[in-house]
């Protein structure tokens, strides 16, 4: 069994328009945000062997946040994972070696919405997945577990573990698991 970690980018600054899309930063409230969710993911005992990251500066900001790890995962960079499509993300998961157990890919919308709901499917009808396919926040993390080889992975291909967004941890809410 394979775990899949999508996670969102924090709420990132809009304050100088003249900045490039993929330098904006995170503003203050998507710091503090990134922070509760490093909080959350050690909570929960989460500990991704590899993080695939987009190389926006949002994205960056937010992996960094999450720091330090227990356990230092292997981090890569990839170019494919600025505004990627859900198509090109099942493409980036299918290509993790299968010796790979955890995978974290920090991410943007709509692609990461998009990905998350075609893992998720209908098959599994509960609250959590009610919600993230109502929509993917910044900041949010969404948990899967993976019965297939990563190489196989398709729509319907990931059962929802948990969906976890900064307001639920503002709210004093539990990371929502799904039984």
């Known amino acids: 069994?394979?775990?899949?970690?999508?996670?969102?980018?924090?709420?990132?600054?809009?304050?100088?328009?003249?900045?490039?899309?993929?330098?904006?930063?995170?503003?203050?409230?998507?710091?503090?945000?990134a922070a509760a969710m490093r909080e959350a993911i050690r909570?929960?005992?989460?500990?991704?062997?590899?993080?695939?990251?987009?190389?926006?500066?949002?994205t960056r900001e937010t992996l960094e946040a999450l720091e330090p790890w227990d356990d230092t995962p292997l981090v890569e960079p990839m170019e494919v994972l600025y505004l990627a499509t859900a198509a090109q993300l099942f493409g980036v998961v299918?290509?993790?070696?299968?010796?790979?157990?955890?995978v974290m890919l920090v991410g943007h919308n709509p692609g990461m919405h998009e990905f998350g709901a075609s893992l998720a499917g209908r098959s599994s009808v509960s609250d959590a997945t009610d919600r993230l396919l109502a929509g993917f926040p910044t900041g949010a993390?969404?948990?899967?577990?993976?019965?297939?080889?990563?190489?196989?992975?398709?729509?319907?291909?990931?059962?929802?573990?948990?969906?976890?967004t900064p307001r639920d941890l503002r709210d004093g809410e539990t990371a929502e698991t799904v039984d």
């Open 1 to 33: 069994m394979h775990q899949l970690l999508l996670l969102r980018h924090a709420k990132s600054s809009w304050d100088d328009a003249s900045l490039p899309d993929r330098e904006r930063s995170l503003n203050k409230r998507g710091r503090r945000a």
């Open 94 to 102: 299918r290509d993790v070696g299968e010796t790979v157990r955890s």
């Open 141 to 164: 993390l969404a948990e899967f577990a993976i019965a297939s080889p990563w190489r196989q992975l398709g729509a319907g291909g990931g059962q929802l573990v948990r969906f976890l």
């Open 43 to 58: 909570g929960l005992g989460l500990a991704p062997d590899v993080i695939l990251v987009s190389p926006a500066r949002r």
